[in-house]
């Protein structure tokens, strides 16, 4: 069967990355993608990444003010436009929804933007690490090394966010014009790109204003060693490798695997970890760190690959990981020959589509090559229209849509919550007792973390093994669109939800399985965490600066610290990277069922999500430019996209292009406008010098005002902005909703906007919360006692004991 977005137009107006990748997304599964580049081409293509992200595309060199009627021909017949303008460069260009409205009512409209589209920083410059900074992100690696103020935010986990953001929103509006006829504008922006990644702040900062005598502090949280069960160890030949043993059971496959299972014998190390003394708990860090330096890092790994339920995986560089073997096996590596680059090896497809795989096979096109071009003709009709009916856009694309989850912890979780908020009804059925995560954190936070990646469902708790339960699961697979979970192979088919088994129930149901490592690898079998796959793709050592991992560990204390900083380095990134992937495949999947009228088997793995989110390195050529490294103290990667101390608090400069440089000269370093490009280490000792001149709020206001992109980085963490912040406000970014147990809170934002905006999101939910009256819709209504004496299903108490 051909891709799902087959005879799907798409007018690429963007720059850059984030809106490249978007639209090379919808290029891989199918669409007709055109860029429209500006006289000279896209000033981005001189990342080393553009060959990746415009792969698949066609290119049409265009003055887009200039050369206006041949604009307007491309967006008559496009059924979706991509734009990164920011909202004065989009009115001056006269390329707003209402423009390309005016010309095709039909069209999805796209917008991605820095910081949204109102508000004070709505025209501040579109940088990632810009975004980080003012919005307190970087104050979460505060500590990490061994100084005062704010660290770089390495990963550009925002881009990556809002890419699968623009291709779900596009997606969702794609479906929604089927039934009513008109396109939409869908909105997005590095801002909301990182809302997934604040896992608890937002509502703990509220709570600790609540009640201070009962929630902690902000930054007296995640400042110590690790746990044991997620350790980075060094081994014999001084690598390192990442342990993501989160649940009991695996930590003790590990300690097994290490052969250290007579230490439970002893007196201290009796019961589970939260019994042990403070003191048992380091002795036992120093054991496990002393038997590892015995072997190498290949002697371990074999090991543990051998055992089969430990989760750990080396450290390895993100320029390095394009040869991973588990990537390899499973199809998420390709290689495409480029006429100038010869072959280019890179990430595939965001996931793999049994019935409607993705074609990817172009490469990226020479600037303006399509010249004359006009859309293909359509093998069918125009996909997923229809005549304009009455109805408009509702914000709430996905209403209709009935969405099962079966998943657990974090990654899996908190994309199908992206889905309830495009609208879909997500039931989340879960064992008795609830998702492990409901438990995690321990005192007041218990349960807190489980608002985040329930937000907007509904739960049920069922009992899988016992036959009733499966039968009432039946009944709910009866009638929903699509599952989603995150066991390992061959566990789902024990519990009755595999896909052979569904698909005998209801044949076009979408059954997306996402993972660790994907269903053909080597790993297939294997644990996973959020710490593995951010060591293995590299994105830890990316975050950790260049000092780490340091040169040799002569002792234990040494290795301690090291192990402290590359795990706060190996933040908890890798976990809603691969959420966003489960989301945008499942829209696939939605898209493709309501199209072509097929279900099938989708499957998505946290290697290529976090390949994805390391996207500007994951890729190798013949000469392709390095990846500018973090330097040793988290400052930043260059002296123009740099941290610096001012005479009062932090800023964070991006003056990235040559433009933005001699404008940030002429306002404030005359002296240095013809030393861009001389030594960096006299530069950043001249820009420190610069700054130390002026509080930070001065250099933002005196910055921004002449389109130079500088922000104070230190005004308060991630929880304080997204709470109190008048443009998170302005732009409905933190929405209040009604949580049965904690009452009114705000709540994270959309991580895309449809139709304008609504303001209904729905809250977290309690496990179990809606069991009764989801018994009752399935008409199990009489039996709710019943089941509920017999232990087949539950739910937890409002109040906590």
């Not at 690898?521 to 260049?546: D, E, K, M, W, Y």
């Not at 809250?763 to 069991?771: D, H, I, K």
């Amino acid at each position: 069967m051909t891709p799902p977005l087959t005879d799907t137009r798409v007018l690429d107006l963007s720059t850059g990355s984030v809106g490249g990748i978007a639209a090379m997304v919808l290029a891989d599964f199918g669409a007709e993608v055109v860029k429209v580049e500006p006289i000279g081409g896209d000033p981005w293509r001189t990342l080393a990444a553009a060959p990746m992200w415009l792969r698949g595309k066609r290119s049409v060199e265009l003055d887009v003010v200039g050369e206006r009627g041949r604009l307007e021909e491309l967006i008559r017949e496009a059924d979706v436009v991509v734009s990164t303008d920011s909202p004065a460069q989009a009115q001056a260009r006269r390329l707003e929804y209402a423009d390309v409205r005016a010309l095709n009512e039909a069209a999805v409209f796209c917008s991605i933007t820095g910081f949204g589209p109102t508000g004070p920083y709505a025209e501040y410059p579109a940088y990632e690490a810009l975004v980080s900074a003012k919005s307190g992100r970087m104050l979460s690696f505060s500590g990490q090394r061994n100084r005062e103020g704010p660290g770089f935010a390495a990963v550009p986990v925002g881009a990556h966010g809002a890419s699968q953001g623009a291709v779900q929103g596009i997606l969702a509006a794609l479906i929604e014009r089927q039934r009513c006829g008109l396109g939409q504008i869908v909105e997005t922006s590095l801002l909301q790109g990182l809302m997934p990644f604040d896992l608890l702040l937002l509502l703990l900062t509220q709570l600790t204003e609540r009640e201070p005598e009962v929630y902690p502090q902000v930054f007296n949280i995640g400042g110590g060693m690790p746990t044991l069960n997620y350790h980075p160890v060094m081994t014999r030949d001084g690598r390192w490798i990442q342990l993501g043993n989160l649940l009991e059971h695996l930590f003790y496959a590990f300690m097994d695997a290490a052969d250290l299972t007579l230490l439970f014998a002893e007196e201290q190390w009796q019961g589970g970890q939260a019994e042990w003394t403070p003191e048992a708990t380091e002795e036992m860090r120093d054991r496990i760190l002393e038997r590892i330096q015995e072997k190498t890092c290949d002697e371990w790994m074999e090991i543990f690959r051998a055992q089969g339920n430990v989760a750990a995986e080396p450290f390895t560089p993100t320029h390095d990981a394009v040869d991973n073997l588990d990537m390899a096996a499973n199809g998420d590596t390709i290689t495409i020959e480029d006429p100038k680059l010869g072959p280019v090896k890179q990430v595939g497809a965001i996931a793999h589509l049994r019935e409607t795989p993705a074609e990817i096979e172009r490469p990226a096109p020479a600037i303006g090559e399509a010249i004359g071009f006009s859309w293909a003709a359509r093998n069918g009709d125009a996909p997923m229209t229809t005549s304009p009916n009455g109805a408009v856009p509702s914000g709430k694309p996905l209403d209709g849509f009935t969405v099962l989850e079966f998943a657990t912890i974090i990654a899996t979780p908190i994309g199908v919550s992206m889905l309830a908020d495009l609208g879909a009804r997500v039931i989340k059925v879960e064992p008795i007792g609830g998702d492990p995560f409901r438990g995690m954190g321990g005192g007041p936070l218990r349960g807190l973390l489980a608002a985040k990646t329930n937000a907007a469902k509904e739960s049920i708790c069922i009992n899988l093994k016992n036959p009733e339960g499966q039968a009432i699961v039946a009944d709910l697979i009866a009638q929903a669109d699509a599952i989603v979970h995150n066991y390992r192979p061959g566990v789902p088919e024990r519990l009755g939800i595999g896909y052979e088994t569904a698909k005998a129930i209801n044949p076009e149901i979408v059954w997306v399985s996402a993972n660790g490592y994907g269903p053909d690898a080597p790993g297939a079998h294997r644990p996973s965490a959020h710490p593995i796959p951010g060591a293995v793709i590299g994105g830890a050592l990316f975050q950790a600066g260049s000092a780490m991992p340091p040169a040799g560990c002569e002792t234990i204390d040494e290795i301690r610290e090291a192990s402290r900083q590359l795990m706060r380095a190996n933040e908890a990134n890798p976990d809603p990277n691969t959420g966003l992937l489960v989301a945008s495949a499942t829209l696939m999947g939605l898209y493709a069922q309501r199209r072509h009228g097929v279900g099938q088997e989708i499957y998505v793995n946290m290697l290529t999500a976090n390949a994805y989110a390391n996207s500007d390195d994951f890729l190798q050529y013949e000469g392709k430019p390095p990846r500018r490294q973090v330097d040793g103290e988290l400052y930043g990667t260059a002296p123009w996209y740099r941290l610096y101390e001012a005479s009062e608090g932090w800023v964070f400069l991006a003056a990235v292009t040559d433009e933005e440089w001699s404008a940030f000269c002429l306002e404030a370093a005359p002296e240095l406008e013809n030393r861009r490009r001389s030594d960096e280490g006299a530069l950043i000792a001249a820009l420190a010098d610069v700054f130390a001149q002026a509080p930070a709020s001065e250099w933002e206001r005196r910055l921004t005002a002449v389109g130079v992109g500088c922000v104070r980085a230190d005004a308060g963490p991630v929880g304080e902005f997204l709470s109190k912040d008048e443009h998170v406000l302005a732009n409905g970014f933190s929405p209040v909703a009604n949580h049965r147990r904690l009452g009114d809170v705000r709540r994270w934002g959309a991580l895309t906007t449809m139709a304008g905006g609504r303001d209904d999101y729905g809250p977290g939910v309690l496990a179990g919360q809606e069991t009764d009256e989801i018994l009752e819709a399935i008409g199990r209504g009489a039996e709710i006692e019943r089941l509920r004496s017999a232990g087949v299903v539950w739910s937890e108490p409002v109040e906590l004991d």
